[in-house]
């Protein structure tokens, strides 16, 4: 029989049931006690600290992660010991929570993580540090990620840097880099670094993205998979149309192919006419849904001439502002040549 979903624990009920003998009350309590951090931070505080201490990895991890929501300084001296807990994911989210209250000290031993001899608590310093306040700081973790021995710490390093200077572009020591991993022994960071030059519009890695486009190489992350496909058009060109067609408009769409769009994308990227009306099609869709995936694809694909039609669908308010603004930002920083 349906019933609805539960509703979220008042504030009073979320610290009752954090003390439950159940772990999984106890982790449900928790997610409810991070939704009051804001209003009552000492409170759920006090509370997150307790569990800390909890049996349970998951509970701890969590306890972390509220710690974090709710920002206070005190909360350091406890989260820098959650650093050395027996658990990676507590680590993890001990380092998350100290990245999230900030400060000298907190900062600190986040950037001592960068050098721990544990690959999951340099993978998750990289990741804080990438984000921090300090672009110098930033870029020396992402270039010490980017020749780490960890397989793992490598590939975010070069997902790091894409989400940092996703718009101005990376500094040209970290491009330098990455150019270095497009020859990489493992195929997820070789395709990672081939979509972070295709954003900076640098064609160093079109060898790269082509051999995904023709299946000669492949990642098991789908969404770099997606990214280098939808990038083969404008940096790989006229050579990737046979294969971009065939995943786009080929009869294996209809039962294997996960990338049809994106190869669509690619495609409308080189003036491909049926690619270009497929993205027309999506801005005119009755489905908010698709209008927001073409509208999306008129940037990736740097279609300018469809800019006054997302213009359009952002001022009706029929698309997400957010993903109209991310889509006319792209047509802004469309790179015509290699860099």
């Known amino acids: 029989m349906w019933s609805p979903a539960p509703l979220p624990r008042t504030l009073g009920a979320a610290l009752r049931d954090v003390e439950d003998p159940r772990a999984s009350v106890r982790l449900s309590a928790l997610t409810d006690l991070a939704r009051h951090a804001n209003a009552s931070p000492h409170a759920v505080a006090a509370a997150a600290l307790a569990a800390l201490e909890d049996a349970s990895s998951h509970v701890r991890a969590h306890a972390a992660a509220v710690l974090g929501a709710c920002a206070r300084l005190a909360d350091v001296p406890p989260l820098t010991r959650a650093v050395d807990d027996e658990d990676a994911l507590v680590r993890q989210m001990a380092l998350e929570a100290l990245g999230e209250i900030g400060g000298a000290d907190a900062l600190a031993v986040v950037s001592r993580g960068l050098a721990d001899p544990r690959p999951d608590v340099r993978f998750q310093a990289l990741i804080v540090v990438a984000r921090g306040p300090d672009p110098d700081a930033a870029e020396r973790a992402v270039l010490a990620g980017l020749d780490d021995d960890d397989d793992s710490i490598r590939h975010i390093a070069l997902r790091a840097a894409e989400e940092r200077w996703q718009r101005g572009g990376p500094p040209d020591a970290v491009l330098e880099r ?30 790269v993205l082509l051999d995904v486009v023709e299946d000669r190489s492949s990642s098991r992350e789908v969404e770099d998979v997606r ?30 192919e996960r990338h049809a769009w994106s190869a669509t994308v690619a495609l409308a990227s080189l003036g491909h006419e049926r690619a270009v009306g497929e993205v027309v099609r999506a ?4 489905s908010r849904g698709k209008r927001e995936v073409g509208v999306a694809a008129v940037g990736v694909a740097g279609l300018s001439a469809l800019r006054a039609r997302v213009e359009q669908l952002r001022a009706e308010d029929r698309v997400d502002p957010g993903v109209a603004d991310e889509a006319l930002s792209r047509l802004d920083r469309v790179h015509s040549a290699p860099r």
């Open 178 to 207: 990455a150019r270095a991993r497009l020859s990489d022994q493992v195929a997820e960071v070789r395709v990672a670094a081939a979509v972070l030059l295709a954003e900076a519009g640098d064609h160093a890695g079109a060898s």
């Open 227 to 256: 990214a280098a496909i939808e990038r083969a058009g404008r940096v790989v060109g006229p050579r990737a149309s046979a294969a971009l067609e065939r995943r786009a408009f080929g009869a294996a769409r209809f039962f294997r």
């Open 283 to 286: 801005l005119a869709s009755r």
